[in-house]
């Protein structure tokens, strides 16, 4: 079992930044790939970035390339997404989520691929 907290959310005006914080426990953290999603209301959820294990690899869906970087602290077993130029339609729960893998390199984007979640954090950008 891994436990997953997420938190640095809030509300801020469009351009602004946060940076959103995912602290795990339980297992081993460099075991795990990790990602970020999230769910506006009356949508699904959707991917938002990723990293591998190594952090070699990071991913990012199109619509937050060059303002989301996602990256990992495997000395505080935490997972951060830095959100810059923030838009209101980036309002939405994040949740990040740990992938349990023997690959260095990988990390999924799909919410199937992932084998724990924590409760989510509310971002809430105004215009």
């Known amino acids: 079992q891994v436990q997953l907290v997420e938190s640095g959310g809030g509300v801020v005006q469009a351009g602004g930044s946060l940076r959103l914080s995912c602290a795990a426990s339980?297992?081993?953290?460099?075991?795990?790939?990790m990602g970020w999603f999230r769910q506006a209301p009356g949508k699904e959820r959707e991917f938002v970035a990723a990293?591998?294990?190594?952090?070699?690899?990071?991913y990012y869906t199109d619509s937050v390339k060059g303002r989301f970087t996602i990256s990992r602290d495997s000395a505080k077993n935490t997972v951060y997404l830095q959100m810059n130029s923030l838009k209101p339609e980036d309002t939405a729960v994040y949740y990040c989520?740990?992938?349990?893998?023997?690959?260095?390199?990988?990390?999924?984007?799909?919410?199937?691929?992932?084998?724990?979640w924590g409760q989510g954090t509310q971002v809430t950008v105004s215009s």
């Open positions: 990293i591998s294990r190594s952090a070699i690899n990071t």
């Open positions: 989520a740990a992938y349990l893998t023997s690959s260095p390199l990988r990390a999924p984007t799909g919410a199937d691929g992932y084998d724990y």
């Open positions: 339980g297992r081993t953290f460099s075991n795990y790939a």
